[in-house]
C-alpha cells in the first residue's frame, strides 16, 4: 500500500464519518460540526497537544540535557587520559613488568 492510498482511504473514511453523522441526526452537518469530525481533527488535536506537552516539559528536560552533556564531558576527558597512557613505551615497560612478576610466581605456583 502506498500513502497515496493510506491518505485516499483516510479521506473517504472521513466521507463516511460525516454521512454517518448526518444520518445519525438526520440532518445535514453545517461547516463548524464538519471541521470537528474526521481523522484529520484527531491529527490536529494530537497535534496541538503533543507541541503544548513538550513546550510545558522544556524547562525540566533542559537540565536533563546539561546534566547528560556534563556526564559525556567527564567520560571524553577520562577516555582521552586513558588514550594519553596508550604510549607505546608506556605500554612496553607494562607487558615487561607483567612478564616479570608472572615469572617470579611460577616457581611458587609449580611448589604449591
Known amino acids: 500500500r502506498s500513502d497515496e492510498h493510506f491518505r485516499q ?7 463516511g464519518d460525516v454521512q454517518e453523522m448526518e444520518r445519525i441526526l438526520s440532518r445535514p452537518l453545517d461547516s463548524m460540526e464538519r471541521q470537528r469530525v474526521g ?3 484527531l491529527r490536529r488535536f494530537l497535534e496541538k497537544l503533543l507541541r503544548r506537552r513538550y513546550l510545558e516539559n522544556v524547562p525540566s528536560i533542559v537540565p536533563v540535557l546539561e546534566r547528560e552533556y556534563r556526564n559525556a564531558q567527564e567520560k571524553l576527558q577520562q577516555t582521552v587520559l ?13 607487558g615487561r613488568c607483567f612478564y616479570s612478576n608472572f615469572v617470579q610466581k611460577i616457581p611458587l605456583l609449580i611448589r604449591g
Open 39 to 41: 481523522v484529520s481533527q
Open 9 to 15: 482511504s483516510v479521506w473517504e473514511r472521513e466521507g
Open 82 to 94: 586513558e588514550l594519553g597512557d596508550l604510549d607505546t613505551d608506556k605500554l612496553k615497560e607494562r
